[in-house]
């Protein structure tokens, strides 16, 4: 039976979220029962892109990008895929009107990580735009359920929290995209130098997206608001711890948030959505 496949197809997606992510699979637990699936799928199929381009060291990386991509588009195409992970994310595409172009964007910026390493001010914001910014507008398809108008009017600051996200990661990951994958996101910044006046910029960079997020997150529906602000909480903490690092001792180790602090920060963010005090 097709729904018994994807039924299991789904939880293969929830399975792909909670192994690579303790952080993400927090915030889906706040949202409303029937948004879990559509964004573990949109998880599964974003994680196993990244995958490629970031693990799969000594395979093709090219082909195995070009046939996940010919598949994800023939699976939403056909409205089926024996990849559970794409099988589920076509359904999740078809049921809340996600579309191509925020589909194609996001291959377009997996494509720039098998062929750039460094990124001008122009590469930067492509990238940035289809790696974090139409994540974060697939999942606002899913949170506004049909509801055309509020899609539109919470799109910026959803680009906005998706920027603000990923340009933390970059900042907590700088060893290790420099080190292992060779790659520098920042624009104008060169590794080796890396100063403490180049990451205040990055840093007030990062400060206006999240600034310019949080009211749309207060504006969302009350089924995805407290995973989403737990999503913003879990980031802004590690930003300040971030923030709170030289430089020079960012560039030599990565900064993290504990297991049992992300279980606190679930709790208080939960607090807070039940006060209204978002």
């Known amino acids: 039976m097709k729904s018994l496949f994807d039924s299991v197809s789904a939880q293969c997606s929830k399975l ?21 699936a559509p964004v573990y799928a949109i998880y599964g199929f974003v994680r196993f892109a990244d995958e490629i381009v ?27 895929s024996l990849n559970p992970v794409l099988n589920s994310f076509q359904h999740a595409v078809t049921k809340y009107g996600i579309e191509r172009g925020l589909v194609d964007a996001f ?51 959803a680009r906005k929290l998706g920027s603000a996200l990923q340009k933390v990661n970059f900042l907590r990951d700088l060893k290790a995209d420099n080190e292992l994958l060779g790659r520098t996101y920042f624009p104008s910044v060169d590794f080796s130098q890396f100063s403490d006046g180049d990451k205040l910029k990055i840093e007030r960079d990062i ?7 949080l009211p749309g997150i207060r504006k969302l529906p ?43 920060l679930m709790v208080n963010s939960l607090i807070k959505f039940r006060l209204n005090t978002i």
């Not at 792909?16 to 879990?36: D, K, N, P, V």
């Not at 590469?123 to 974090?132: K, L, T, V």
């Open 16 to 36: 792909a979220t909670e192994r690579y992510s303790t952080s993400f699979s927090l915030g889906i637990r706040l949202f409303a029962r029937r948004l879990h």
């Open 54 to 80: 970031d693990s799969f060291h000594g395979y093709d990386k090219h082909g195995l990008l070009r046939d996940y991509e010919r598949d994800a588009y023939r699976a939403i195409e056909t409205g089926i």
């Open 107 to 157: 291959f377009q910026s997996m494509r720039m990580d098998l062929s750039k390493s460094t990124y001008d001010r122009s590469a930067y914001e492509r990238y940035i735009y289809g790696s974090a910014e139409v994540v974060g507008l697939m999942c606002l398809r899913v949170f506004c359920e049909g509801d055309h108008a509020l899609y539109e009017s919470l799109k910026a600051p």
């Open 207 to 213: 400060q206006r997206d999240f600034t310019d997020a």
């Open 222 to 264: 009350a089924s995805s608001r407290a995973g989403v602000y737990l999503a913003y909480y879990y980031y802004a903490t590690l930003f300040r711890k971030i923030r709170s690092v030289p430089a020079g001792r960012l560039a030599s180790r990565r900064i993290r948030v504990s297991n049992p602090h992300k279980i606190g």
